[in-house]
């Protein structure tokens, strides 16, 4: 599709891209014929569906069979088209927020409107499933919070026919882990109670503020789905009982839609009195709005009678193509997409960073002129206006006077509350390759939409410690933000991850003023 406006089909003028998916990409148009805005999907096909025409025809298929649903919770279809061999979905166009970027931006939500949303939802699934459709990819990034108080399940771009050849392909597997059915991770079969598993994940992140089971790797995540029981939720409430139906791991043993509706009903009437009375959360700051990773979850131990279960997991998915979108709308949290394979402060996630050498660290070496070392130490002197932080864990860094300062999970922030974020993470299981694990994060981000309007400025190593990369970036999110991530590794046993986030007006300022004096005077943990 080009970037300049098309006019498709004769009416469907593109305008703007509204954001990208692990199945395509949806820009905003205008329907010239109906004077009215619309939103335009292309369906991207993994290249194990592509299969030429066929694939085409089915695509085409399923989309109409999506567009058969009417429904006030369902995102209209408005029309389907081929062009230039790519399957195009003209949407209704919903002035709206996910549930993901609520969460993300506002926290997690009181139970009483959770359970209201839970009952909308539930709605359209109802509606999906009498039509002979399933969504395939419930999960918070696909519901819409709109503008005028709808609550939408939209994006049946992996949506099947019940009778669909599809359904029975073990050999791909699509949708979001961290919402995906266990009898979706482990047989590659799917039904209508897959989709309630679904709508009970999403549930749980939207009042816990996490999936049930986060973790830091997409195959740690699924390992934990094939082995362990969902993380309790300690938020719910008068939920607890319909996520814990909707949670149970045997299809034949979840419960269906009505006693879903009956217990969220229930706990509607319980909870009607106490939302009166609880206050609503503070939202956050501006410059905290879109910035931080989340805690990372802890991985528990595994139960070692359902080992092999796991392995059975892994092995399957090993030998695969598996396509798993991670689009933690807006960017990637605990609430969409497991944590990236490093260290990385890649804007909202966290894990481990990037690899592991044999040698021992050295001073790292000051990154700009402007920032001299110490003829005796090899870290420059303290500035005028620094303070020299020595976090708990070990490492050591200057850090502006007055910025605050938070935990969250492994993460450690500073925030100056006008924009400006550092963000410090570390793994003491480093990975070997810091720029190829970079290019696997953006990848994965990009597709999954994290990223509006971004524009790169550097992906290549860096001169620093034993290894390092940076990943720089501009995307547009409350005005267009500038990023640098840097993963580092200091050692066999030690890496870091650095997240630098400023209005793109004031990156150069902050770059030699703040960011450089940050990597110079960095000293790691001692092994």
């Not at 790519?86 to 609520?102: A, D, G």
């Not at 059975?312 to 193509?321: S, Y």
């Not at 979108?325 to 990037?354: D, H, L, Y």
Request: proline share 8%.
């Amino acid at each position: 599709m080009p970037d300049a406006p098309t006019l498709l089909a004769g009416r469907y003028r593109l305008g703007d891209l509204l954001g990208r998916g692990g199945m395509g990409q949806v820009w905003r148009a205008h329907d010239e014929t109906l004077e009215r805005e619309v939103a335009v999907k292309q369906i991207d096909l993994p290249e194990e569906l592509a299969e030429g025409e066929a694939a085409t025809r089915r695509t085409l298929r399923e989309a109409r069979a999506a567009a058969r649903l009417s429904h006030p919770n369902v995102v209209q279809v408005y029309d389907v088209l081929s062009h230039d061999d790519q399957t195009l979905i003209v949407m209704e166009f919903v002035p709206s927020r996910s549930l993901r970027q609520v969460i993300v931006e506002d926290g997690p939500l009181d139970a009483y409107r959770v359970a209201r949303i839970g009952l909308d939802l539930l709605a359209a699934l109802q509606a999906a499933h009498r039509a002979g459709v399933q969504h395939r990819d419930v999960k918070p990034a696909n519901v819409l919070l709109a503008d005028d108080g709808r609550v939408l399940l939209t994006d049946f771009g992996i949506a099947v026919l019940d009778d669909d050849s599809l359904t029975s392909r073990s050999d791909v597997l699509i949708g979001s882990p961290l919402y995906m059915a266990p009898e979706r991770a482990r047989f590659g079969t799917s039904g209508p109670a897959a989709d309630l598993w679904g709508l009970g994940a999403t549930l749980y992140a939207a009042v816990e503020g996490h999936s049930p089971f986060q973790r830091t790797s997409t195959m740690a995540t699924l390992a934990a789905l094939a082995t362990e029981e969902p993380d309790p939720p300690t938020q719910a409430g008068a939920l607890t009982p319909v996520l814990d139906g909707l949670l149970r791991k045997d299809p034949a043993e979840r419960i269906g839609a009505e006693e879903a509706e009956r217990l969220l009903r229930e706990a509607i009437v319980d909870l009607e009195t106490a939302v009166a009375v609880v206050p609503k959360p503070r939202p956050p700051a501006d410059d905290e709005i879109q910035t931080d990773p989340p805690a990372v979850r802890d991985e528990r131990p595994l139960n070692r009678k359902l080992i092999p279960l796991a392995a059975a997991v892994v092995v399957l998915l090993a030998g695969l193509a598996v396509f798993l979108t991670t689009r933690q709308s807006s960017t990637p949290t605990a609430v969409e997409g497991p944590a990236p394979t490093q260290a990385t402060a890649a804007a909202p996630a966290t894990s481990a960073v990037t690899s592991a050498a044999p040698s021992t660290p050295s001073a790292a070496p000051s990154p700009s002129a402007s920032v001299s070392a110490s003829a005796t130490s090899g870290r420059p002197p303290l500035p005028a206006g620094f303070v020299d932080y020595t976090d708990k864990t070990g490492f050591s860094v200057y850090v502006p006077v007055g910025w605050t300062t938070s935990k969250e999970g492994s993460m450690r922030y500073w925030r100056d509350g006008k924009g400006h974020v550092l963000g410090i993470d570390q793994t003491d299981e480093p990975r070997s390759n810091p720029v190829a694990d970079w290019r696997s994060q953006r990848d994965a981000r990009l597709n999954g939409g994290d990223f509006p309007s971004y524009k790169e400025k550097k992906l290549a190593s860096v001169d620093y410690f034993v290894k390092a990369a940076d990943w720089e970036f501009t995307y547009n999110k409350n005005g267009t933000q500038h990023i640098n991530n840097r993963g580092v590794v200091t050692s066999a046993h030690q890496a870091y991850g650095f997240w630098f986030q400023t209005p793109d007006s004031d990156w150069a300022e902050y770059r030699k003023k703040v960011l450089d004096v940050v990597f110079a005077s960095f000293v790691p943990v001692k092994d």
